[in-house]
């Protein structure tokens, strides 16, 4: 009979440590955009390896109204965790705002950090955007860069204009952003034009590079135009191996998936958690480099 309560009390405390744990993920990135396939597999794999429920959501369109009500329907069910990028503070700032008041764990990735710790978040995974374009500025000053034009392909995201902005102070000079929006045609053919009046050229991720990169091959221009740009594709991988591109910046995008499913997990099992966010970039890939991440770009890197 003792041995029957004694296992009685042993399954019951290993329900209590194996409760099913719900953590709610709602990123900014649109269906189309690569760069979020390899968020999203960082979040499945750190689900498999905790063992917890996770529910991923995103606008399909990358529409912001869109997401701030993904954010309230997942508040609404009280998750253990809520994981969130913030492109817009105005748009999303009021949904998140409650998820906090409610006691619901917060952690920002990607983007919005800074405003995630104002209004209570526990940290945020991610890079300093503005360091990273500052950083990528210095190597392309050093390179003897004086002017460049930054192809913004989500103009409302302070991320986004915070790299552009650091690529600009290193240089000294005006932060020229030109808004292309995210139809590759419409890219290329804004940026093809004007090409021929700048030394550099600063693209922002993926959606924008590979219609850029087209757009520097029919220019014809005689001459290489120093060509940065943030995040990994096949095709930015491609760019780096020919010369086309000199370097891309690397955030690791899949760490910034995966991390917050750990962080929270462990917070609600345990009540632990670490101090201060979690670096997930910059790091820079070149021709003398890129072999050793090739390998991985789409998938984990």
Request: proline share 3%.
């Amino acid at each position: 009979m003792l041995k029957k309560v004694i296992c009685g009390l042993l399954c019951a405390s290993s329900l209590i440590l194996a409760k099913d744990i719900n953590i709610a993920v709602v990123t900014h990135g649109a269906d189309t955009d690569g760069f979020w396939s390899v968020v999203k597999n960082g979040v499945n794999n750190a689900t498999k390896d905790m063992g917890v429920n996770v529910n991923y959501r995103n606008p399909a369109s990358g529409d912001l109204t869109e997401m701030a009500r993904l954010i309230s329907a997942a508040v609404a069910k009280r998750p253990d965790g809520l994981v969130v990028t913030i492109p817009d503070s105005n748009a999303l700032g009021g949904a998140i705002k409650k998820a906090i008041k409610l006691g619901i764990p917060v952690i920002t990735i990607n983007s919005g950090g800074s405003y995630g710790k104002e209004i209570g978040a526990l940290m945020h995974i991610g890079q300093s955007e503005y360091d990273a374009g500052l950083q990528a500025g210095k190597k392309a000053k050093k390179a003897g860069v004086k002017t460049f034009i930054c192809i913004n392909q989500e103009i409302t995201n302070i991320s986004l204009e915070q790299r552009c902005q650091g690529f600009a102070d290193a240089l000294g000079v005006k932060n020229n952003m030109l808004d292309v929006g995210v139809d590759p045609a419409e890219i290329e053919r804004k940026v093809k034009p004007r090409l021929k009046d700048y030394d550099a050229v600063l693209a922002l991720g993926p959606v924008a590079t590979s219609p850029t990169m087209r757009a520097v091959k029919k220019a014809r221009l005689g001459r290489h135009i120093y060509f940065v740009t943030f995040d990994l594709s096949k095709d930015i991988i491609k760019g780096i191996k020919s010369g086309v591109i000199d370097f891309a910046i690397d955030q690791q995008q899949y760490l910034q998936g995966y991390m917050p499913i750990v962080v929270l997990t462990q917070m609600a099992k345990y009540g632990v958690l670490q101090s201060g966010d979690i670096n997930s970039g910059p790091g820079y890939v070149t021709k003398a480099n890129v072999s050793n991440v090739e390998k991985y770009a789409g998938k984990y890197r």
